[in-house]
């Protein structure tokens, strides 16, 4: 009977690979793939912790700034759009709701994709963020692409092939935030 | 190692983190210029409305000019997410804006002449829009004109957002 290669051989009962350099040699193709994936992960967690330094540089927990900014993008937007509506009826009032969660959400985001901790959650949340960001008129075709990044890691398990996600799935097998 | 060395790395770690901080939680300067346009927003549409003091010396061919800087296209809004990978923790500092320019004999009749498919050079340093064959200054609102050496021409005004997109519908129907 033909045997996988001894890379791919699950050491912790995980049926992943653990994404390693004996791994890479092991399987080029599977490795670069898997290997492409864990870097897209790491540039988007630097991504995520960018913006959220940016928030607390512009202090959203605390400070008026956020009530600033969306007043003077309800300024710039066509004022019969949804955005303008989303802005003027929900984030404005709650500015400083928005801005907690914001920036705690893109932090969550950062530690999320660079530790791969809680990884699938951490992209379903990066979704949730960029989609409200979309509505509340801060949309650009660069969310389309980073909705899609995001999307990458919901669906494939890159906290197993990198990440803590693998290690915490072990000892707590049946909590679905390390699947 | 000796307890007196390991006290002196963690206040030298203690110290650094320190310095790291407020490096990175520093909070911005805060700036109100005359023309506010942004070098990151990629879907805002500016309209500048500049005009000429009558005693210019630049010959006043064209009293009234307005600036359309136009939002980025899809593929240049794609292309800020490497961009704001690259410049990690640093504010962008230039932006190049596809540009229309409306030229007027006479304000608030049709334009004697419209120049498409221009540039217009964002410098958030030096706080300027460099257009062709003139310049504005974003703090004051100034504008520059004249060719090879800059002149004061008179003076800008970011149109308001309604009155902006007033414009564009009455003279850019595309936009």
Redesign the interface.
Known sequence: MNQPPASNLPTDGNPRPRFTLVFLRANPLRGTGIGLALLLRI?FG??FL?GA?NK????YLFGDYPLELFTKRL??I?PGSFPALYLSKFIIPNYHFIGWVVTWGELAVAVGMLLGLCTRTAGLLAIFLMVNFGLGGY????L???NLIALIFVVLPTGHWRGLDRSLHARHPRVIWFR | MTVGNATMRIRGAALLLAAVLSVALARPADAAPAINVSEICTTCKDVIRCVRDPGSLVPPDYPVVVYYLHEHTFWEQVATIWDYLVRFGKAKEQDTRALTIYEFKVADEPPARVLDQQQAELDAVGMTIAVPGGQIDRHSGAWSIGSPSLQQGGSCQLMPPADGFAFLRANAPDS
């Open positions: 540039l630097i991504f960018g330094v607390f540089q512009r202090n300024t710039e066509d949309y650009d075709a660069s389309i692409v980073l």
